[in-house]
């Protein structure tokens, strides 16, 4: 069993870590937004699941922008959501339930109306504010061409011009400026942050676009070349460490800094890298000079395959044991399309294309894709390492792929001129009861519309019912637990095609059969399996089993 005490600096390397997205978990005053009071409220529901800790995506002040990652102040707290009291009162009541805290940490950029970027706006060219983050002026007759061809991930160039003549660079949204982390300035303001949640009792930091903060910003800057690549397809272009700006070998030199102020805590505080970079350049974060560890972003793109899923967890666990790290899987996030919808979707689906149709083309089986995110997600705890859930999956949420064009929030939507709708449909709030205005969310109702089939998946619906989707989760990682015990498998070989079985440090085995063809299970006491088995010693299709 692992050690999740306070005693352990590495509680986290076996941990279950659930994220809470505020804005969509709990609302406590009634105003339509999650709030931290809310999730006070509704802490019990991690402990009862049996989760380790909670990670919170972004809290501070915002404009939303983009869903919050768009930070204004590091050191608070968005008024909507409370103050830097209730965040005491939640981190304390977390704690004597027996949860560990992780708060997200946005580097890479801030929001326009940081204080620095307005001081910025008004000292003009070649200021020392100016410096904190990456202004240019443009090229071609007047500098009213953009310094490069540098495109922003959310579409469009990634360059945007001021009154004054000059532009300044933002790979995400025009509302979140990137800094310049050449500048000791914003260095040092960093490492006060990590120090300012770490006295608070924070136990851990999730960094956003950990691969971007390092930029080769030497003149004249480097065009690519071929704009409409993906980031990934980018990276390929380059030798690895010298793209101009994801996943330079400088970024590193960041993070050992880090560690040392981490590791100055009692117990260390723990730390997990957002890099979109391929695996083995993956790992270099989770150093363990570095952060300690990095998500798991090919894990959870590989389709329901298991030669695929086989290859990604034996190259993963590879990775991550040459680091010293501990491995990470993940299946969905605020990010991505819900596991229990994606993982239906049919090989080469054009995931924009099925979100624009509303979900409708391909038409996806919500009942055949909850039976395989509860294998998909039984095989993943049953692996060595950490495993993140996102708020809702323990429900078995869709993906809300219909949502009406008005009511979208994600700058995804306008900025790519409504090509690519975004993630709203993975963020709408959860349910927590079978009736009232927003499921129990909040008195106000929610600020994405829930659909109407949000009551039958409700905690309330679901609470102590034999065989639903939060009882499993309440199965697995109580009996997780009890089981793990060590950080390698074995693959058990001679398994018929479509099927994954692995054996663990004390011999307890997991079983999923991914094919479409029952199997004949192989010896063993059956101990908890993602949907009931029909008759002794065999295995449904889209089912895994954990054998004693």
């Given at each position: 069993?692992?050690?999740?005490?306070?005693?352990?600096?590495?509680?986290?390397?076996?941990?279950?870590?659930?994220?809470?997205?505020?804005?969509?978990?709990?609302?406590?005053?009634?105003?339509?937004?999650?709030?931290?009071?809310?999730?006070?409220?509704?802490?019990?529901?991690?402990?009862?699941?049996?989760?380790?800790?909670?990670?919170?995506?972004?809290?501070?002040?915002?404009?939303?922008?983009?869903?919050?990652?768009?930070?204004?102040?590091?050191?608070?707290?968005?008024?909507?959501?409370?103050?830097?009291?209730?965040?005491?009162?939640?981190?304390?009541?977390?704690?004597?339930?027996?949860?560990?805290?992780?708060?997200?940490?946005?580097?890479?950029?801030?929001?326009?109306?940081?204080?620095?970027?307005?001081?910025?706006?008004?000292?003009?060219?070649?200021?020392?504010?100016?410096?904190?983050?990456?202004?240019?002026?443009?090229?071609?007759?007047?500098?009213?061409?953009?310094?490069?061809?540098?495109?922003?991930?959310?579409?469009?160039?990634?360059?945007?011009?001021?009154?004054?003549?000059?532009?300044?660079?933002?790979?995400?949204?025009?509302?979140?400026?990137?800094?310049?982390?050449?500048?000791?300035?914003?260095?040092?303001?960093?490492?006060?942050?990590?120090?300012?949640?770490?006295?608070?009792?924070?136990?851990?930091?999730?960094?956003?676009?950990?691969?971007?903060?390092?930029?080769?910003?030497?003149?004249?800057?480097?065009?690519?070349?071929?704009?409409?690549l993906s980031d990934e397809e980018y990276l390929s272009e380059f030798p690895p460490g010298t793209h101009p700006f994801f996943d330079r070998d400088e970024v590193h030199e960041i993070y050992r800094d880090w560690r040392k102020i981490l590791d100055a805590y009692s117990p260390p505080r723990m730390a997990v890298a957002e890099a979109w970079v391929p695996g083995p350049r993956r790992v270099l974060y989770a150093r363990p000079d570095e952060l300690g560890q990095a998500?798991?972003?090919?894990?959870?793109?590989?389709?329901?395959?298991?030669?695929?899923?086989?290859?990604?967890?034996?190259?993963?666990?590879?990775?991550?044991?040459?680091?010293?790290?501990?491995?990470?899987?993940?299946?969905?996030?605020?990010?991505?399309?819900?596991?229990?919808?994606?993982?239906?979707?049919?090989?080469?689906?054009?995931?924009?294309?099925?979100?624009?149709?509303?979900?409708?083309?391909?038409?996806?089986?919500?009942?055949?894709?909850?039976?395989?995110?509860?294998?998909?997600?039984?095989?993943?705890?049953?692996?060595?390492?950490?495993?993140?859930?996102?708020?809702?999956?323990?429900?078995?949420?869709?993906?809300?792929?219909?949502?009406?064009?008005?009511?979208?929030?994600?700058?995804?939507?306008?900025?790519?001129?409504?090509?690519?709708?975004?993630?709203?449909?993975?963020?709408?709030?959860?349910?927590?009861?079978?009736?009232?205005?927003?499921?129990?969310?909040?008195?106000?109702?929610?600020?994405?519309?829930?659909?109407?089939?949000?009551?039958?998946?409700?905690?309330?619906?679901?609470?102590?019912?034999?065989?639903?989707?939060?009882?499993?989760?309440?199965?697995?990682?109580?009996?997780?637990?009890?089981?793990?015990?060590?950080?390698?498998?074995?693959?058990?070989?001679?398994?018929?095609?479509?099927?994954?079985?692995?054996?663990?440090?004390?011999?307890?085995?997991?079983?999923?059969?991914?094919?479409?063809?029952?199997?004949?299970?192989?010896?063993?006491?059956?101990?908890?399996?993602?949907?009931?088995?029909?008759?002794?010693?065999?295995?449904?299709?889209?089912?895994?089993?954990?054998?004693?």
């Amino acid at each position: 069993m692992p050690d999740l005490s306070p005693r352990n600096p590495d509680w986290w390397r076996q941990a279950v870590i659930y994220q809470v997205y505020p804005r969509s978990f709990a609302d406590a005053d009634g105003d339509g937004f999650g709030d931290l009071k809310g999730i006070t409220q509704r802490l019990g529901h991690l402990a009862a699941l049996g989760v380790d800790a909670l990670w919170l995506s972004p809290f501070y002040p915002s404009e939303l922008a983009d869903g919050g990652y768009d930070v204004a102040d590091y050191r608070d707290v968005d008024p909507r959501l409370g103050t830097l009291d209730d965040f005491d009162a939640m981190a304390a009541e977390a704690h004597r339930l027996g949860l560990k805290v992780i708060v997200d940490v946005v580097p890479n950029h801030t929001s326009h109306q940081h204080v620095w970027f307005q001081e910025a706006l008004r000292a003009g060219p070649g200021s020392a504010a100016r410096d904190r983050y990456v202004f240019r002026d443009g090229r071609g007759p007047g500098g009213e061409l953009p310094p490069t061809d540098w495109q922003s991930v959310f579409g469009g160039s990634a360059w945007h011009r001021v009154p004054d003549g000059q532009w300044y660079l933002h790979l995400f949204a025009p509302e979140q400026p990137d800094l310049n982390w050449a500048n000791e300035e914003v260095r040092a303001d960093f490492r006060t942050t990590l120090r300012f949640w770490s006295d608070r009792g924070v136990d851990g930091f999730r960094v956003d676009v950990a691969h971007a903060l390092a930029k080769d910003l030497a003149e004249p800057l480097r065009d690519l070349g071929a704009p409409e690549l993906s980031d990934e397809e980018y990276l390929s272009e380059f030798p690895p460490g010298t793209h101009p700006f994801f996943d330079r070998d400088e970024v590193h030199e960041i993070y050992r800094d880090w560690r040392k102020i981490l590791d100055a805590y009692s117990p260390p505080r723990m730390a997990v890298a957002e890099a979109w970079v391929p695996g083995p350049r993956r790992v270099l974060y989770a150093r363990p000079d570095e952060l300690g560890q990095a998500f798991n972003f090919e894990y959870l793109k590989t389709r329901w395959d298991a030669d695929e899923l086989r290859r990604v967890i034996t190259g993963s666990l590879a990775d991550a044991r040459a680091a010293g790290a501990s491995a990470t899987w993940v299946l969905s996030n605020h990010d991505v399309v819900r596991h229990a919808s994606r993982l239906m979707l049919p090989p080469g689906t054009d995931v924009d294309a099925w979100l624009l149709s509303g979900g409708h083309a391909p038409a996806v089986d919500q009942d055949a894709g909850l039976r395989r995110a509860r294998a998909a997600t039984l095989l993943m705890l049953a692996l060595p390492g950490s495993s993140y859930l996102y708020q809702g999956e323990e429900l078995g949420l869709p993906e809300v792929a219909d949502l009406p064009t008005a009511v979208l929030q994600d700058p995804i939507w306008e900025q790519t001129g409504h090509v690519r709708k975004g993630r709203d449909g993975c963020r709408v709030p959860l349910p927590w009861t079978t009736t009232g205005p927003s499921y129990g969310f909040g008195a106000g109702g929610a600020w994405l519309p829930q659909p109407d089939s949000f009551a039958h998946y409700a905690v309330q619906a679901q609470d102590g019912v034999e065989g639903s989707t939060l009882e499993l989760y309440r199965s697995a990682l109580k009996l997780r637990r009890k089981l793990l015990d060590g950080e390698e498998l074995t693959w058990l070989e001679d398994t018929p095609p479509g099927v994954l079985a692995f054996a663990r440090t004390d011999g307890w085995r997991c079983v999923a059969n991914l094919s479409d063809a029952p199997m004949s299970l192989p010896a063993g006491e059956p101990l908890l399996a993602s949907t009931p088995l029909p008759e002794r010693g065999v295995l449904p299709p889209d089912t895994t089993v954990w054998l004693g």
